[in-house]
Nanobody, 126 residues
């Protein structure tokens, strides 16, 4: 099970980025995928997650209305489209995979995830 996050970068406030999480060695059909982030000096937090088995989804309050999680079946990839970015969105973003069947309230808990990929830096600054 391998995950590779990409798509981070430097963007101005109000801008957009699309992060991608490529899964290798397993099919996303039976796994939950979560996007988490960690800013300097802060705890890791869940941003948006989806359980591909049950269809359950989670968005952090800070992400609702601005971020959209989606899946590209042919590419075995989960995307996180981020819009209206703000400086407080600056963080290292990680994707993680869980073999568990998770309900919405469980998706945001990092300890429910088995595998983590290396992060991608997102910096929102003018």
């Amino acid at each position: 099970v391998q995950l590779q996050a990409s798509g981070g970068g430097l963007v101005e406030p109000g801008g957009s980025l699309r992060l991608s999480c490529l899964a290798s060695g397993f099919s996303l059909d039976f796994w939950a995928i979560g996007w988490f982030r960690q800013a300097p000096g802060k705890e890791r937090e869940a941003v948006s997650c989806v359980d591909n088995k049950s269809g359950a989804m989670y968005y952090a309050d800070s992400a609702k209305g601005r971020f959209l999680i989606s899946r590209d079946y042919s590419a075995n990839t989960v995307h996180l489209q981020m819009s209206s970015l703000m400086p407080e969105d600056t963080a290292v973003y990680y994707c993680a995979a869980s073999h568990l069947r998770l309900i919405t309230s469980e998706l945001r808990r990092g300890n429910n995830y088995d595998s983590w990929g290396p992060g991608t830096q997102v910096t929102v600054s003018s």
